[in-house]
């Protein structure tokens, strides 16, 4: 992989050419679409860290108008120089991380239906639109995805690696807490998306650590319920600077393992 240049996954057979049919959006679509944000919407003003309420805005999401990619593209050019990558649903990890390496988000174009509000075994775009896109806006964010991404790209025919750093994914950007003027605040979409665990991960029954790269990195998660611990960190700045500790003590387990 290292041998490769860093825009190979644009000529691979597998990444598919997807475009966002929005003309295709139904009345029902409009009208989840707008169930989920008006729900979800109410409690993040003071529970969602500054970056992702700036980059709401920033974006341009409202509850009447599902995302519009072409949009979304528009405004991320001029701000980080990301841009969303349509996928057809989850995709094999080499192309996920050189995706990110050069700067893509992937996301879906399906919405949920209306008897799927509650439960989802796959990230619908809402998730991936509503609790991602507005964090792209940020700066040090997206250059620690794509720099993460980089590493994963190294190690990705180790899958012990992938699943180490998997662990920092997901304590990160899928639920991680940042302190903000003394408050926890969220910046993980998979606890953004979600008002039940919005609720939990700020009170006082989960555990609450500081962000630790070596504890995150032995830390297993799970999928199907809450999260009992959360990592947070001080800084965007703080999970960028974290980038070479993140690789050395990846390297080290990774050698461990091989013993």
């Given at each position: 992989m290292t041998n490769k240049p860093k825009d190979w996954v644009f000529t691979d057979p597998r990444l598919q050419d997807l475009q966002q049919d929005y003309d295709a959006y139904t009345e029902e679509d409009f009208k989840v679409w707008k169930i989920l944000f008006d729900r979800q919407i109410v409690n993040l003003p003071k529970a969602a860290s500054k970056a992702y309420l700036d980059g709401i805005k920033e974006i341009g999401f409202t509850a009447d108008k599902i995302a519009d990619f072409a949009d979304v593209n528009a405004r991320l050019s001029k701000s980080t120089?990301?841009?969303?990558?349509?996928?057809?649903?989850?995709?094999?990890?080499d192309l996920f991380f050189g995706l990110m390496n050069n700067k893509r988000f992937c996301s879906s174009t399906w919405l949920r239906k209306m008897e799927q509000?509650?439960?989802l075994e796959e990230?619908?775009?809402?998730?991936?639109?509503?609790?991602?896109?507005?964090?792209?806006?940020?700066?040090?964010?997206?250059?620690f995805l794509e720099k993460l991404s980089g590493i994963a790209l190294k190690h990705i025919e180790n899958k012990w690696a992938i699943e180490l750093l998997s662990r920092i994914y997901w304590f990160t950007i899928e639920f991680g807490l940042i302190r903000e003027n003394g408050e926890l605040r969220?910046?993980?979409a998979g606890i953004l998306s979600s008002a039940g665990e919005t609720k939990f991960s700020l009170?006082?029954?989960?555990?609450?650590?500081?962000?630790?790269?070596?504890?995150?990195?032995?830390?297993?998660?799970?999928?199907?319920?809450?999260?009992?611990?959360?990592f947070v960190i001080e800084s965007y700045e703080q999970l960028y600077e974290s980038l070479p500790e993140i690789e050395s003590v990846l390297?080290?387990?990774?050698?461990?393992?091989?013993?």
């Open positions: 120089g990301w841009a969303i990558q349509v996928v057809p649903g989850l995709i094999d990890d509000l509650d439960y990230p619908d775009m809402f998730h991936d639109a509503f609790a991602h896109m507005p964090m792209l806006t940020n700066q040090p964010y997206v250059d969220i910046y993980g009170s006082d029954e989960p555990k609450h650590y500081e962000y630790d790269v070596r504890k995150i990195l032995n830390t297993p998660y799970w999928k199907d319920k809450f999260q009992d611990k959360y390297e080290e387990m990774v050698a461990e393992e091989a013993r």
